[in-house]
């Protein structure tokens, strides 16, 4: 059955560092998404994808957050630098709707933990 | 204002009796979609049930069934003779078509089914 890949899974580093991950969502899924999921709360989206164009970052912290999906396939999501807030779960998600489908079921990765020390 | 409210930050049922989490949902939009989701402690989110604004039939799928009350907006889940396997946390999620379908979800509820 096909998945949803991200890697790491698990990512420890030091504030102020970078850190970059990766996601490959199901093939043929044009719709992307990233999702950053704070212990014990629901997941929060930072970013969509339409095939390689965003289509929504209005909750991605520019600052320090950048993501790109350059030929419309995988997808890398990058902090730079790391802050201790940034300690969470980061979920990559596909869909086979195009995004103005509102029947947008979408298939999720294992997710990166990631640990800001 | 929240959009998707989950009222039950815990919940106990033993096996094989049947559970309800709540949800209820705050939208002007005519056009939207409800959905729920596992998470387990391995972390992954597995989609289990959808309801769109406009169907007139609540939705099935296996030991799951979504109680939607529009009116009240509310999107209940109802999971049927629970079993070990169904302890996990569970999601429920709206996306606006004038929202661009984005999902929004709510804060989870912690399902612990005893043997």
């Known amino acids: 059955e096909a998945e949803v890949a991200q890697s790491p899974r698990y990512k420890i580093t030091e504030k102020s560092q970078a850190v970059a991950f990766w996601c490959d969502p199901i093939s043929g899924h044009a719709t992307l998404y990233w999702y950053r999921q704070i212990l014990g709360q629901g997941p929060e989206l930072l970013v969509q994808f339409q095939d390689e164009s965003v289509v929504d970052d209005s909750q991605l912290p520019k600052d320090r957050f950048s993501a790109e999906r350059l030929k419309g396939v995988d997808s890398t999501l990058k902090i730079q630098p790391a802050e201790l807030g940034d300690s969470a779960m980061y979920l990559c998600a596909s869909s086979p709707h195009p995004v103005a489908s509102v029947y947008n079921e979408q298939f999720f990765g294992p997710g990166t933990r990631l640990t800001v020390l | 204002a929240q959009k998707i409210t989950q009222t039950q930050p815990g919940m106990f049922v033993q096996e094989k009796e049947a559970v309800t989490l709540d949800c209820t949902y705050d939208t002007s939009d005519p056009s939207y979609g409800l959905f729920w989701y596992k998470q387990p402690s391995s972390g992954e989110m597995i989609f289990l049930i959808y309801?769109?604004?406009?169907?007139?039939q609540n939705a099935t799928e296996g030991r799951y069934s979504l109680n939607f009350q529009k009116a009240r907006k509310s999107a209940n889940l109802v999971i049927s003779a629970s079993q070990l396997g169904d302890s996990a946390m569970y999601f429920c999620a709206m996306n606006e078509r004038d929202a661009g379908n984005m999902l929004t979800f709510g804060g989870g509820t912690r399902l612990m089914v005893k043997p």
């Open positions: 309801q769109g604004s406009y169907d007139q």
